[in-house]
């Protein structure tokens, strides 16, 4: 059975700094990861999606890697605003089926 | 290309009564999951369906819930019978394919049980 782990579970910091969420699973036979943004009461935002056979993504600031033989995946926040404020999710996708399993989120706070 | 719609975005019932949740997925999607959030849990696949299909319900409770995607229409997950534990965020995703691209999600819809 499929387990996301993400640490931290939380996160404070100050504005400006770089920063790294990192996201692990159990099993490596997945079709993709990605990368979500939720704020309070909302929906999930999709960040970033990293096929199995790639090793990165970037989109402005934010930049993921994936590394599937040891199962883990980061997410780099380069220069950090409070806007980016919210919870992210890690999520993937196994070739045994089609469903994404979730990590249970790293609580991101930046102050101003 | 409007984004997954659900609706209603917020539902209240009382115990007993009957939940009815709508998700019209991406236009030219045709795979819709569904996924339960419970208050301080992450989320958690419920079912997978194709047109008038189900493909995946391994992660539906046994009784009182289901899920219908009618050839025509929006994608359905009926509760029956709530109780306070159903409350919670539920989320549909659409893909165009089952594999390789990402899912998109909706708003959500959120089930107050009182």
């Known amino acids: 059975k499929q387990e996301v782990t993400q640490i931290p579970a939380a996160l404070s910091v100050p504005e400006g700094e770089n920063l790294v969420l990192n996201c692990s699973f159990t099993?490596?036979?997945?079709?993709?990861l990605q990368w979500f943004r939720q704020d309070p009461g909302k929906g999930l935002t999709s960040l970033l999606l990293i096929q199995s056979s790639q090793r990165e993504q970037t989109s402005g600031r934010l930049n993921a890697s994936l590394d599937k033989s040891s199962g883990r995946s980061t997410l780099y926040i380069a220069a950090s605003q409070p806007g980016d404020s919210a919870t992210y999710l890690c999520?993937?996708?196994?070739?045994?089926?089609?469903?994404?399993?979730f990590g249970e989120g790293t609580q991101l706070t930046v102050n101003p | 290309n409007a984004g997954v719609m659900q609706n209603p975005r917020h539902l209240v019932r009382r115990r007993g009564q009957e939940a009815r949740l709508r998700c019209s997925p991406m236009k030219g999607h045709s795979h819709v999951y569904w996924y339960r959030q419970l208050p301080e849990e992450g989320l958690k696949f419920m079912v997978y369906l194709q047109k008038e299909n189900i493909i995946d319900e391994s992660g539906m409770p046994k009784e009182r819930f289901s899920a219908e995607f009618p050839k025509e229409g929006p994608s359905i997950l009926r509760i029956q019978q709530v109780v306070r534990g159903d409350s919670a965020a539920y989320f549909c995703?659409?893909?165009?394919?089952?594999?390789?691209?990402?899912?998109?999600f909706g708003p959500g819809t959120r089930l107050t049980v009182t």
């Open positions: 995703a659409s893909s165009p394919t089952p594999y390789t691209y990402e899912q998109y």
């Open positions: 099993d490596s036979a997945i079709y993709n």
């Open positions: 999520a993937v996708l196994e070739t045994s089926g089609s469903r994404l399993t």
